[in-house]
C-alpha cells in the first residue's frame, strides 16, 4: 500500500496535471495562425476546444483561469495582469502564487467568481465538472474550454489567448518562437535511430503514457520508442512484467530537481539488473515541472529530453 505521501504525490500526478489528455484528441478550434503583424481590436471569433464558437467584441479584462496550464499560457500571452483568480497548483511564473485561487478544475467557489465581477473564466475542458459549466451558463457569464492536445495546439492556444484577452503581438512572437524551436527539435531528431523508451509517471502502482499524450509525442519526437505506444489510453496502469518484456533501452521518470524521489526511483529499478536501462545505466531523472502541462515550458522539456535521448546514443556508438 502506497504511504499517505506518495499517494498525495501520484494523485496530483495523475488527477492534477495527466488526465487533461485522456479524451480523444479534437484541436484546437483556432487552427489557423495569426499572423503576426495583427493587433486588431475589432471583433474576433474563437472556437474552444469543446467546438463552442464565441465572439469577443473587445480583449477580456477581468479572467479566472482553471487550470494551471491555462494560467501558464495566459500569462504567457500578454493576459497575466488581467487574471483575477486562479486555481490550485498554478504555481507559474511566480507572479501566479500572488493571485488569489477560487478552487480547482473540479469544484468552484461560485459566490467568490461572483464577486469578482469577471468577464471571462477559462477552463479545462476534461477537468471542470457539469456543475460548474451549469452555473457558469446559469449566471450568464462568459467560459471558454481550453485542452490542447499536441504541441501544435499548446502554440495555437497561446496566440489565441493574445487575441481574446491579452497582447496579440507578444503571443504571436512568443508562440513564433516556440514553433521554432519545436520544429527544429523535429529536424534535427525525428530520424535518428530509435531509443525504446518506457516513461514512467509513477512507480507504486506502475503508471505510464501511450502515444495519444502529449508527451507520447515529444518522445517521438526525440527520437524515442514509447514501448506502450500503441495502448489506446492516454494515461494507464501498467504491469512490472510488461515493462520486464519489453525490454526499454531507457526509463524516464520525473523527480530530476527531488533528490529523494530519484533516489527512491533508481532503488526502484535497481532490482530488475536484467533491463537494458539498468544495465546500462540509463535510468533518466527529467524536470516534470517542464512537461507535464502543455504549456510553452513543454517545449524546454522536449528539449532536455531529446539531448538526454541523444546521449544514450552517443554512449553506444550509435
Same mark, same amino acid.
Request: hydrophobic share 45%; charged share 15%.
Given at each position: 500500500m502506497l504511504r499517505s505521501a506518495g499517494l498525495v504525490k501520484l494523485i496530483k500526478l495523475i488527477a492534477g496535471l495527466f488526465l487533461y =489528455? =485522456? =479524451?480523444? !484528441? &479534437? @484541436?484546437? @478550434? *483556432? *487552427?489557423?495562425p495569426i499572423e503576426s503583424k495583427s493587433s486588431s481590436t475589432a471583433p474576433f471569433v474563437a472556437v474552444d476546444d469543446s467546438g463552442r464558437r464565441l465572439v469577443f467584441p473587445q480583449r477580456s479584462q477581468r479572467i479566472v483561469s482553471l487550470a494551471p496550464h491555462i494560467t501558464e499560457l495566459l500569462f504567457a500571452a500578454g493576459a497575466g495582469d488581467r487574471i483575477v483568480a486562479t486555481s490550485r497548483f498554478s504555481d507559474y511564473p511566480a507572479a501566479a502564487k500572488d493571485i488569489p485561487t477560487i478552487g480547482d478544475a473540479h469544484s468552484v467557489n461560485m459566490e467568490a467568481l461572483l464577486a469578482l465581477n469577471v468577464d471571462l473564466v477559462v477552463a479545462w475542458q476534461s477537468g471542470v465538472s457539469h456543475r460548474t459549466i451549469e452555473m457558469l451558463e446559469r449566471l450568464g457569464i462568459r467560459y471558454f474550454l481550453s485542452e490542447p492536445k499536441t504541441v501544435e495546439n499548446m502554440i495555437e492556444s497561446l496566440q489565441v489567448f493574445?487575441?481574446? *484577452?491579452g497582447d496579440p503581438l507578444q503571443a504571436n512572437q512568443r508562440a513564433e518562437q =516556440?514553433? &521554432?524551436r519545436w520544429q527544429s527539435l523535429q529536424k534535427m531528431y525525428l530520424s535518428k535511430s530509435p531509443v525504446r523508451v518506457f516513461y514512467q509517471i509513477w512507480y507504486e502502482p506502475l503508471f505510464t503514457i501511450s502515444s495519444p499524450h502529449i508527451i507520447g509525442s515529444v518522445i517521438e519526437t526525440c527520437g524515442g520508442e514509447n514501448i506502450f505506444s500503441g495502448q489506446p489510453q492516454a494515461v494507464f496502469r501498467t504491469q512490472l512484467e510488461a515493462v520486464i518484456l519489453a525490454k526499454p533501452e531507457v526509463i524516464l521518470f520525473g523527480g530530476l530537481n527531488r533528490p529523494r524521489d530519484r533516489k527512491t526511483n533508481n532503488q526502484f529499478w535497481q532490482r530488475f539488473p536484467q533491463l537494458?536501462? !539498468?544495465?546500462?545505466?540509463h535510468l533518466i531523472a527529467l524536470p516534470e515541472e517542464w512537461l507535464n502541462r502543455?504549456?510553452?515550458r513543454l517545449i524546454k522539456g522536449a528539449e532536455y529530453m531529446c539531448q538526454q535521448l &541523444? +546521449? !544514450? +546514443?552517443v554512449s553506444r556508438g550509435w
Open positions: =489528455l =485522456l =479524451l480523444p !484528441v &479534437q @484541436g484546437f @478550434g *483556432a *487552427a489557423t493574445g487575441r481574446i *484577452a =516556440l514553433l &521554432q537494458p536501462a !539498468v544495465k546500462n545505466d502543455p504549456s510553452p &541523444q +546521449r !544514450v +546514443r
